[in-house]
């Protein structure tokens, strides 16, 4: 009897402390939810300090959970584009990467910081970086692969890294054919190779891009554009006949006609000063 008795009680505590425990996650999570409510009330309305305070209140209720992270991740993106406070933004980020365990929040957290280093900062190389980790960590085979992908070609190019720039453009059309980006990642490639100083390689590229596109009125700026790098080829390597047959073939599809018809005077000129 006294056995029965004391499992009974022993049995009515746990249940006790279960249903206790369970009304304190309860309670948590509404609290939470609440949080989140009222925190995204006051970004509606423009009260960033204030939605600011509810996140910090709900990553401090997560500790490590994805909520807090997300949270986090909030902060850090009102700290970006609404306040213009890079710094703070970076540790907010920063510490979201910390406490996550989601490759997806990883790979997002990153491509947020590249943005502020590239965007804002003008940190090209730190950029590349950030992109370079969210790629290793899975980002190619992710939706926005193409995207982290893309940016991290143009992160080399205002970093003057030609080559690096070059591989990843054509890296980009290998891992996503057909993709609505990969036109103008063939021409970043071969612009990549002209300020590379590799003219050949330049030359044909420049030659696919018109070849392929001539014909689709989509991409008559993108033809135009590539007749006038054919055009920067052939005069960088001294190929003067070429480079003015370039430049007055793509006068007709340029965006920019009078920058064109300057490239064609500064040739006529070289080829004349070449005949003296």
Known sequence: MLKWLRKQFTDNFALRLFFLLAASISCT???ESHRWILAEDYLAKGQHRRAIEEFTRIAGYGGSSESAVQALVKIGTIYSNDLKNDAAAIKTFREALQKTKESSSKIYIRRELAKIYLDK???PLVAAEELKYA?????KFEKDGPDLLLLLG???MES???ADAATTFAQFRNLYPGHVGGPKSLFDEAQAQLADRRYVQ???LFRQVIEKFSSNNEYQDLVGQAYYGLGSAFESSGELDRALEAYRQGLSQYPNRKVIELKIERVLKRQKEKQI
């Open 29 to 31: 999570d509404n609290q």
């Open 202 to 204: 330049a030359i044909d």
């Open 154 to 156: 143009r992160a080399y």
């Open 135 to 139: 790629l290793e960590e899975g980002g």
């Open 121 to 123: 900062m003008e940190r």
């Open 160 to 162: 003057s890294s030609f």
